[in-house]
T-cell receptor, first 113, second 112 residues
Framework: DAEITQSPRHKITETGRQVTLACHQT?????MFWYRQDLGHGLRLIHY???????NKGEVSDGYSVSRSNTEDLPLTLESAASSQTSVYFC????????????FGPGTRLTVL | DQQVKQNSPSLSVQEGRISILNCDYT??????FLWYKKYPAEGPTFLIS?????DKNEDGRFTVFLNKSAKHLSLHIVPSQPGDSAVYFC???????????FGTGTRLKVLA
């Protein structure tokens, strides 16, 4: 069955370290998204991509970067982790061509100490 | 500036009764809306959608109503079941983009 996976599921890191969260989908979707979920803020868009080599900033992109070298993967990198980036991170993907449902991964809980 | 608002952080309903979750938006360009359900430690799962060309969409126990003039949508769950206890997010999008703006969520608790 096609799916979307995230790894690791839990991560603890220290302030200032570089961290990369992986997202992999097997639906062959062109569109991929990264969100963070925080209490009182819901899901906020960090970065998104509409295809290979395409990346775009979302509403809370500072301190994060993504790269899209193939259709299946959109890794999210925290260049220098900060305590404010402690959150639950969700990856999602959707088809292109029309407005389509986004399908979410199980999430990564990141703690920055 | 919150473009999509869910003003009720939580809601408790008796099993078998109707649950009504509300969502307001400010951007009149939004023309496609989704509702997601989220259980703890899981990713959000799609529930139901509605396009701005409709004012109602139904799927089993779930119905979404859209009032474009009021920039308001609501999700009705009838009858509510304990397994419906979760956080519900509404999300809005504009034609030509594939990204969604999400609300802050409403935690629904269905009491047995």
């Amino acid at each position: 069955d096609a799916e979307i996976t995230q790894s690791p599921r839990h991560k603890i890191t220290e302030t200032g370290r570089q961290v990369t969260l992986a997202c992999h989908q097997t639906w062959n979707h062109n569109n991929m998204f990264w969100y963070r979920q925080d209490l009182g803020h819901g899901l906020r868009l960090i970065h998104y991509s509409y295809g290979v080599q395409d990346t775009n900033k979302g509403e809370v992109s500072d301190g994060y970067s993504v790269s899209r070298s193939n259709t299946e993967d959109l890794p999210l990198t925290l260049e220098s982790a900060a305590s404010s980036q402690t959150s639950v991170y969700f990856c999602a993907s959707s088809e292109s061509g029309a407005q389509h449902t986004q399908y979410f991964g199980p999430g990564t809980r990141l703690t920055v100490l | 500036d919150q473009q999509v608002k869910q003003n009720s952080p939580s809601l408790s309903v008796q099993e078998g009764r109707i649950s009504i979750l509300n969502c307001d938006y400010t951007n009149s360009m939004f023309d496609y809306f989704l509702w997601y359900k989220k259980y703890p430690a899981e990713g959000p799962t799609f529930l139901i959608s509605i396009s701005s060309i409709k004012d109602k969409n139904e799927d089993g126990r779930f119905t979404v109503f859209l009032n474009k003039s009021a920039k308001h949508l609501s999700l009705h769950i009838v009858p509510s079941q304990p397994g419906d206890s979760a956080v519900y997010f509404c999300a809005a999008s504009t034609s030509g983009t594939y990204k969604y703006i999400f609300g802050t969520g409403t935690r629904l608790k269905v009491l047995a």
